[in-house]
């Protein structure tokens, strides 16, 4: 009898491990991701000033593994400059133009419907104004961000679109404000 019931055991798990179809993947449970992105960003400085963000370019790369994403980003973004009809008065220092670069690692949760798939996801990384000073100098200014928010990608085979909305919080800066950042992106799925 205890022989008839571990047969059954054995051949009922044989059924239902080829009962149900999958898709074929060459890697298994792994996806491998590669996007450039474009997006804009409102201002995260409160108060009169440049937006040392504004529009921006730049790209992601990461690996899903039974849904769970992990990757690294890096965008440039243009920022802003002072057109200054007259210049400052003399032994004045002026902001002539703002611009930064974000980059750092980002992880999420892949959720699929069909075609579509919608990740949450948080990042954490560097962020870097460069300020152009009137009279040739410059200076960096470094610090922490954390970025939550959302991704919605739609694939087509190898290829995918997609676009995410996120906000981007810089604790460690005086005079800073939660700033709204949108992306489009392309990119290809392996």
Excluded: C
């Excluded at 980002?106 to 009279?135: D, M, N």
């Amino acid at each position: 009898m205890k022989r008839a019931t571990n047969l059954l055991l054995v051949a009922g798990a044989f059924v239902s491990s080829v009962a149900f179809s999958r898709p074929a993947r060459a890697l298994g449970p792994v996806d491998i991701e590669a996007a450039a992105r474009v997006g804009g960003t409102s201002d995260p400085i409160k108060g009169p000033g440049l937006n040392p963000l504004g529009f921006g370019a730049g790209g992601r790369a990461g690996v899903s593994i039974f849904g769970i994403y992990a990757g690294v980003s890096g965008m440039y973004y243009l920022g802003g400059n002072n057109s200054l009809v007259t210049p400052p008065p003399a032994g004045a220092i002026s902001i002539e133009s703002e611009s930064s670069w974000l980059y750092g690692v980002e992880g999420g949760y892949s959720f699929k419907i069909a075609l579509l798939t919608l990740r949450p996801t948080v990042e954490i990384g560097s962020y870097t104004i460069h300020t152009s000073l009137s009279g040739g100098g410059s200076q960096d200014i470094h610090n922490l961000y954390v970025e939550p928010g959302v991704t919605a990608l739609l694939g087509f085979g190898l290829l995918f679109v997609g676009a995410d909305a996120d906000i981007f919080l810089t604790p460690g800066l005086d005079n800073s404000q939660a700033a709204f950042m949108a992306n489009g992106q392309v990119g290809v799925k392996f």
